[in-house]
């Protein structure tokens, strides 16, 4: 049976076979329906969402999409909005839209809304701060289990987590956490502050939203209290946007690596000039370089020009250079991402690196040596190669895990320190290696 | 005040101090003092955990010390440990165990867990079947609320999650889903069935577990319901093992992206051949390539004869091709892994790339031309180089963005088409451009 599409029923003004669909569909997926709509359509079908449901959908709408909604809602309509989106949401919104459209957000907002919305505002983007959300269920110690209930259920329907509630004194201290498994266990007369946990892992709205990723890895959590530099308890960061800032922190490691400027903006709906902004600074950093590296080549002009058939090896010495220094910061870098490996493992990755590039080393020089031979028949020229070649692939592995470790411990990114960059070092001491031991070979 | 540490209490014999301290710390915590101790204080730590915490520390272990646990745990302490591990935490550590210690564990795990962990063996590694648990709280349609949360109290204590519930018929065919938090602002007397949500999202057992992953990205989820190819209810899955998933993916994208072949072994432990083999291949296919290379300059021998000032950009064109074509490739590989870019953004794709690189290669050779005609005063060959450098990174881009598609397209894994196989394809294309280009400018 072929259903007739959203779009369709609302040119053919079905309006209550709309709303029927509407009425049990999923947010996420009724905001992916906007894509294939024009701007009316955008308006007439939200207008049709449930009320309930219109903040949620809201919320998972592209920026583009949201912008030209609230170009078409009345003051009121969007004062419902505003007000019923959990409160990081709103921020995130908020974050996006120009500053016209945010001046008529807020407007509308109601004063409470207003003052916590500009509150998140405040805190720095990469912060534990700016990705919470002050809506939790908060519990005080003297609370029998049966009380408890009743304020979740009172308060716990505009609330983000009611799984895990949080337990505060009269100045809003974080005291302990209990989570509803806990209360449906335990007996109703209990007193919350008998079955809480008072050993609770809590975040600072100043911490890097990195550390508080690895925080929830680490733990299993599924949300976890953020508070104030005097332990007050100001909001909860859940999974959900958790797992957002890994993929935004992971994304910013693949650019990064590859020699890339961190963007959020999406690639398709991002202007030329602003890719070709992010990615021109490293090309040209790197091209300097490799301008660089072309005149230590000039430098040695006299070994090449008494033994041409030098310059065949080039490509393969710097490529096989580069690929072998990338899997080594590759590994390293990684590897300090999650947490897996410190810069007080330096000394034990040098040597296994070092052991590993000769292994490596010894195997591409054999295959190298056997293979010029064969095709040359010059020996001397073949050992040349094949001793150059693993000269390059052991200064290539160790460069390749050292400077992401001397990143780390300058307190500057690791994953700059990447295939790019490397690529460039060893090429340049690959090429040294090479001529000095050609010329060490011819002299000989 | 300084605090004793788990290694002196244990030294000392202090068991009733050590006992105090592990009653209140986190599973996660303990698991990490073990890695500080030897084998027999390991013994001794596990054995002075409280009962009902040793599965859930012992689940937190690396599989080293897990085994060597093993190897000194009696067949009723064994017994206690495999019965009472969360079901996928079981499976995940049998799977890490060699032949013989699997044997004894799965002789000392109850009939019926002995069962179910055989069944969750038998899924593929990379399926949501072998990521997911067959402990979740199970409601019935016809129950009433008062009766659902009377079960979850009774079967919630082993269950790794209870804040979603599933509902299923007599034959166990998935109906429906409701949450406590649903349960707890329902009237007592409603009916399960009334108040659940029909519209309930679930993975089928030989799902990727990648794509398992990003339903959760997509819908915010804590859990995901997990049924057979004829709906029948078996496990579910929640966002902690996800967020495992996802991290592993991640992982695996980083070494392919740098030619490595994937492990799971933590590097620290892995030993020399192991990690040395991971890198081997792709180095030595590469190294060929390189070697082809390297034939395109002997080709050319003539050219470079008569002009032996063309060497000197061979490092910077490499480089640079090679850096232009990474930061595209790494740009449509990650989109693709986000669900941000499809194959059918295509020729979208194409398009922006193009005159990206059109707007990256005048800028870059603009600079190389100036650069060169001030430092040579040859107006030709400079012309010469930015030309070449100008197709170059075009053609890098070109490669560099449509390799991925190609590969997602043919069903091979985007990731493998990144910055190494890019490189050698760029540096072949653009040496070949380059003297080209050169036997023109030379013959005008």
């Known amino acids: 049976m072929e259903t007739v599409s959203i779009a369709e029923l609302i040119e053919t003004k079905q309006h209550k076979e709309l709303k029927g669909r509407l009425m049990d569909a999923n947010a996420f997926d009724l905001a992916e329906e906007f894509e294939s709509l024009n701007r009316e359509q955008q308006a007439i079908l939200f207008r049709s969402l449930p009320k309930n449901a219109a903040a949620d959908v809201f919320s998972h709408l592209p920026a583009e999409t949201k912008e030209n909604l609230i170009g078409l809602l009345t003051d009121p309509e969007l004062s419902h909005i505003v007000n019923d989106l959990f409160l990081d949401d709103a921020v995130d919104f908020i974050e996006e839209m120009p500053a016209n459209v945010v001046k008529r957000v807020l407007k509308n907002a109601s004063e409470d809304t207003r003052k916590q919305i500009n509150q998140l505002l405040q805190y720095h983007e990469d912060s534990a701060g700016s990705i919470m959300t002050t809506e939790y269920v908060d519990l005080k110690e003297e609370m029998t289990v049966e009380e408890a209930f009743e304020r979740i259920r009172r308060v716990g329907m505009d609330k983000e987590t009611i799984y895990t509630c949080y337990v505060t004194d009269n100045k809003r201290v974080l005291d302990g956490v209990v989570t509803v498994r806990t209360l449906l266990l335990a007996n109703g007369k209990d007193r919350v502050g008998n079955i809480m946990s008072a050993n609770v892992l809590y975040a600072t709205t100043g911490d890097d939203r990195e550390a508080v990723a690895s925080i929830f890895q680490k733990y299993d959590l599924i949300a976890l209290p953020v508070v104030d530099t005097e332990r007050h308890l100001v909001g909860i960061i859940t999974v959900d946007d958790v797992m957002e800032v890994l993929e935004e922190e992971n994304t910013e490691d693949f650019y990064k690596m590859a020699a890339i400027e961190p963007s959020d903006d999406p690639y398709l709906t991002s202007g030329v000039f602003q890719i070709a902004k992010k990615r021109i600074f490293w090309l040209l950093v790197l091209m300097l370089s490799g301008i660089c590296t072309g005149g230590i080549i000039t430098h040695y002009e006299m070994v090449l020009q008494s033994l041409p058939a030098l310059i065949a090896s080039i490509p393969m010495l710097m490529d096989t250079g580069g690929n072998a220094g990338a899997q080594s910061s590759t590994v390293i870098i990684r590897g300090?991402?999650?947490?897996?490996?410190?810069?007080?493992?330096?000394?034990?990755?040098?040597?296994?690196?070092?052991?590993?590039?000769?292994?490596?080393?010894?195997?591409?020089?054999?295959?190298?040596?056997?293979?010029?031979?064969?095709?040359?028949?010059?020996?001397?020229?073949?050992?040349?190669?094949?001793?150059?070649?693993?000269?390059?692939?052991?200064?290539?592995?160790?460069?390749?895990?050292?400077?992401?470790?001397?990143?780390?411990?300058?307190?500057?990114?690791?994953?700059?320190?990447?295939?790019?960059?490397?690529?460039?070092?060893?090429?340049?001491?690959g090429l040294i290696i090479y001529f000095s031991v050609a010329s060490l070979v011819l002299a000989a």
Request: glycine fraction near 8%; hydrophobic fraction near 60%; charged fraction near 15%.
């Open 336 to 429: 300090m991402a999650v947490g897996e490996l410190r810069v007080s493992d330096g000394l034990q990755i040098f040597w296994k690196e070092l052991r590993v590039s000769a292994l490596v080393g010894v195997a591409l020089s054999a295959f190298n040596v056997a293979y010029k031979w064969c095709v040359s028949g010059d020996l001397r020229l073949s050992v040349a190669i094949g001793a150059s070649l693993f000269a390059t692939v052991v200064l290539a592995k160790t460069i390749g895990s050292m400077l992401p470790l001397l990143a780390k411990l300058l307190k500057a990114d690791p994953a700059l320190m990447a295939a790019p960059i490397i690529t460039t070092l060893v090429d340049a001491g």
